[in-house]
């Protein structure tokens, strides 16, 4: 391709990428434009390049095609999932050979991407939906993840493991934000806890913010784990709520800056934050 038509055919390129790395159904890829293209152009340079376009490391998820079934909204990837998951890849040292706990971790996309890329000693799946748990674990061995059956079994591991053992511990755990104890929580002995999309009405705030007021009481060498929670601001009502809720808490936080690296198909209709909380 003449370079004036490589720079056209770049966001051609980057859409496909973009749709592919997000996993969009086939229909939605810009196959009009890109039979234009192919018209006016001499050579297959473009196919090529779209076909090596997509690189590094793939998640591959089993999902539900609804966004609510089984009564849950966990079969499904959310927006902020995509978010949270790019955030981790351009900042892989913030989670390199700690313990991540992620909270209501649905089809599991957030963790599966930092497990892959950003090389965690261990991470902590969890839901409190049977459904889902079942459909996460299945998630983790569809990418060549081995489970272990339980947390102690996590940590048993860990302090035989080097700092750079190939492959994170991970395992799922059943945690219901409403009914788990500080004890059962500080098991994990988390250094990062993360969540996705779990702010969508006012019980669940509520209910997050009391499991993020359990974590602050798990002291791991002498300090609480930060929390990350990333979310799409559909109800602004619903976000003040959750800011209101950790003040009355206690709980500091602060929005963390949005992150350059756009990987998903998603910005045109959403707007998104992430909060860092010092628990
Ligand atoms: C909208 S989905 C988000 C799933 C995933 N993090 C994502 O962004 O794709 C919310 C998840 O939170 C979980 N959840 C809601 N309330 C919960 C609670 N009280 N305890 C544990 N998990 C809960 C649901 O089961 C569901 O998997």
Known sequence: MAPEESAEAAPLLRSFERRFLAARALSSFPWQSLEEKLRDSSGSELLLDILQKPSGDSVTLSESTAIISH?????????????????????PAGFAHRTVLELGSGAGLTGLAICKMCRPRAYVFSDCHSHVLEQLQGNILLNGLS???????????????????????????????????VPQLAAFQPDIVIAADVLYCPETVLSLVGVLQKLSACQKDQRAPDAYIAFTIRNPET??????????????????????????????HSEMAILKLML
């Not at 009564?71 to 995509?82: D, E, K, Q, S």
């Not at 080097?162 to 755990?173: F, G």
């Open 71 to 91: 009564g849950t909204t966990g079969l499904v990837t959310w927006n902020a999932a995509l978010y949270l998951a790019e955030w981790a890849m351009e900042n």
């Open 147 to 181: 489970l272990e059956p339980n947390v102690a079994a996590v940590a048993q591991h860990l302090g035989h493991d080097t700092a750079d053992a190939e492959s994170p511990r991970v395992t799922v755990a059943r945690v219901d934000w409403d009914v788990v104890t």
């Open 239 to 268: 976000c003040q709520l959750f800011t209101t809720e950790l003040g009355r808490a206690g709980i500091p936080w602060e929005e963390v800056p949005s992150h350059d690296q756009k990987l998903f198909p998603y910005e045109e």
